[in-house]
């Protein structure tokens, strides 16, 4: 088992940015690809970034691409997102989820979550 806590979110003005982190706890964090989603009220939970369990790859939807840093600290058992350049559609729902079967842009292939934090952006 896995246990995931996300902290970091809140409001912020378009154009500014926010660093999300997540924390585990449990098993062997560094066995773990982690990825960040996020959802949005009336959507489907989507994926916005992925790292593999050495940090030697990372992944990014398109829409974060260039905006987005995914990193992790496996001394640490923590995964981050920075986001930067925020938008208003980047309001949502944000979650980190642990994968023990590598990194993957579908949340069914995901086996633990966090609670989740909420990231709005103000226009």
């Known amino acids: 088992q896995v246990q995931l806590v996300e902290s970091g979110g809140g409001l912020v003005q378009a154009g500014g940015s926010l660093r999300l982190s997540c924390a585990a706890s449990?098993?062997?964090?560094?066995?773990?690809?982690m990825g960040w989603f996020r959802q949005a009220p009336g959507n489907e939970r989507e994926f916005v970034a992925g790292?593999?369990?050495?940090?030697?790859?990372?992944y990014y939807a398109d829409s974060v691409k260039g905006r987005f840093t995914i990193s992790r600290d496996n001394a640490k058992n923590t995964v981050y997102l920075q986001m930067n350049s925020l938008k208003p559609e980047d309001t949502a729902v944000y979650y980190c989820?642990?994968?023990?079967?590598?990194?993957?842009?579908?949340?069914?292939?995901?086996?633990?979550w966090g609670q989740g934090t909420q990231v709005t952006v103000s226009s």
């Open positions: 989820a642990a994968s023990d079967t590598g990194w993957a842009t579908s949340s069914y292939d995901y086996d633990y």
């Open positions: 449990g098993r062997t964090f560094s066995s773990y690809a």
């Open positions: 790292i593999s369990w050495t940090a030697g790859s990372t």
